[in-house]
């Protein structure tokens, strides 16, 4: 018979998600505006919509750095949870997951008051699916390994904004900037997101039933719900991109 293992909540990881949220909220309002400002003329002749989106992307950017380097640094340097992907804690991933928690909370409260976004229920749903399970993993400091595994997926967002940034600067869809951020990103994309696919859910599969992973109790559902809602958005988004890329290509020829 297998003994539930009961879980303690650790408080002392929501203080850090809050000061991300504000930090993150900090660089929206004061830090991208200047920096944007130096970069680029045209930044202030945007739309005050157009602004916000310019700036909510660039602290994206800055989310993506963050996380997915701390996520890198876990799995190559701390290879004891690969051993035990369940039970073994890291306080660098919890810290981790505490920080995109705060990211995503600040994303969400920028979208709502500032920007108009189109798509913006899907963007929600996403964060939503996200935040659920990284609120587990670091307030019980349990199944950090798996939650670096995904954290790698955020490896082509940078691309997608790129994209982004250059239409609204005007760039022709034919440009060589534009052509070889799109192929990047496509490429990146499959990488980071349908690549890292099989393997997230072979190592479920090998933990899939055993004592450590039932001791988890309805927790373990963590490792499979959230992650197949975000997996058939990124088919999904993997499926649009690559239309667009063909009919981008077939314009060319």
């Known amino acids: 018979m297998v ?16 000061m991300t949220c504000v930090v993150f909220l900090f660089i929206f309002r004061l830090v991208c505006p200047a920096f944007s400002r130096c970069i680029t003329d045209r930044y202030s002749s ?48 919890r810290n981790t997951c505490a920080i995109v928690v705060g990211y995503m909370i600040a994303d969400i409260i920028v979208m709502v008051v500032y920007c108009q976004l189109e798509g913006f229920w899907t963007f929600l749903l996403h964060h939503a699916v996200s935040m659920y399970a990284y609120v587990f ?78 001791r988890l109790g309805h927790v373990m559902l963590i490792m499979y719900i959230p992650c197949l809602v975000l997996d058939a958005f990124n088919v999904y988004w993997f499926y649009k991109m690559s239309r667009g890329a063909i009919k981008v290509l077939r314009s060319i020829n």
Request: net charge negative.
């Open 137 to 214: 993993i670091m307030s019980y400091g349990v199944l950090t390994y798996f939650s670096m595994i995904r954290l790698l997926a955020e490896s082509s967002t940078p691309f997608v904004n790129q994209r982004w940034y250059l239409d609204t600067l005007g760039y022709p869809k034919n440009s060589k900037a534009v052509l070889i951020n799109g192929i990047s990103m496509l490429i990146m994309f499959f990488v980071s997101r349908i690549l890292t696919m099989p393997w997230y859910w072979y190592r479920i599969w090998l933990v899939t039933g055993t004592e450590e992973a039932l």
């Open 46 to 93: 945007l739309p005050y919509y157009t602004r916000m989106e310019w700036d909510d992307r660039m602290i994206s950017n800055v989310h993506v750095v963050v996380a997915v380097t701390l996520a890198l640094y876990v799995l190559i340097f701390q290879r004891h949870l690969s051993n035990e992907p369940i039970w073994t804690e890291s306080i660098t991933a």
């Open 3 to 18: 003994v539930l293992e009961t879980l303690e909540f650790d408080v002392s990881y929501t203080v850090v998600m809050g």
